[in-house]
């Protein structure tokens, strides 16, 4: 398997435009995370879902973020409108079951905000 | 409040010493995670652990669920495992991170 696929690896957007992110985890996981990193606040989970279904969003920062999961094998996270505080790297990981699972990481997005 | 502290936040060590990370938790918790960062950005799970000890070739991970710790110990060490080893707590569907401890191995 090719792994946790992530996309784009870097995105330069200006402030106000909307930033998708887009993940495709690995063939038979159950489970996937969005994970934000900065230098201030480390690693947070974002949200997670179990079989398509959102578990915990309580991580997600504000109503300027979304995330969806259509299918199995891929989700979105959308920020509308970004600001420059946004400016991070964004993780995605999967895992068979749950929190309590090995989860394999993405390579992330680096998103800068202007 | 959940929490999770990581010691030491820095860790300089010489090519063959054994190293030990810490990390501790405030309340009981399903899982604890071990990852590693490398100066590349990209994040590997070393181990996921509810009790006792796991050994995967040089690194070994403990826990101590009474006294609500665990450690992350790397023997003859290389400068290869320079990274940033992350401690994640899973409170029940809630994961909740250390700050990380950056290790430089120098040979």
């Known amino acids: 398997d090719a792994g946790v696929i992530q996309s784009p690896r870097h995105e330069v957007t200006e402030m106000g435009q909307e930033v998708t992110l887009r993940c495709k985890p690995i063939s038979g996981h159950n489970s996937l995370f969005w994970y934000r990193q900065t230098m201030m606040r480390g690693l947070e989970l974002l949200i997670y879902f179990n079989n398509n279904v959102p578990i915990d969003d309580s991580g997600m920062p504000e109503d300027r973020f979304s995330a969806k999961m259509p299918n199995a094998s891929f989700s979105t996270l959308k920020i509308q409108p970004s600001e420059p505080r946004d400016s991070a790297v964004y993780f995605c990981?999967?895992?068979?079951?749950?929190?309590?699972?090995?989860?394999?990481f993405g390579a992330g997005t680096r998103l800068s905000v202007l | 409040k959940n929490e999770v502290e990581q010691s030491p936040q820095n860790l300089t060590a010489q090519e063959g010493e054994f190293i030990t990370i810490n990390c501790s938790y405030s309340?009981?918790?399903?899982?604890l995670h071990w990852l590693q960062q490398h100066p590349g950005g990209g994040i590997v799970s070393l181990f996921m652990?509810?009790?006792g000890k796991k050994k995967h070739g040089r690194l070994i991970a403990t826990i101590n669920i009474q006294e609500k710790h665990s450690s992350l110990h790397i023997t003859a060490s290389h400068p290869r495992d320079s990274a940033v080893y992350i401690c994640a707590v899973d409170y029940g569907n809630k994961l909740v991170f250390g700050a990380g401890t950056i290790l430089r191995v120098k040979s």
């Open positions: 309340v009981g918790i399903s899982a």
């Open positions: 990981a999967s895992s068979r079951g749950g929190t309590g699972d090995i989860q394999y």
């Open positions: 652990l509810s009790s």
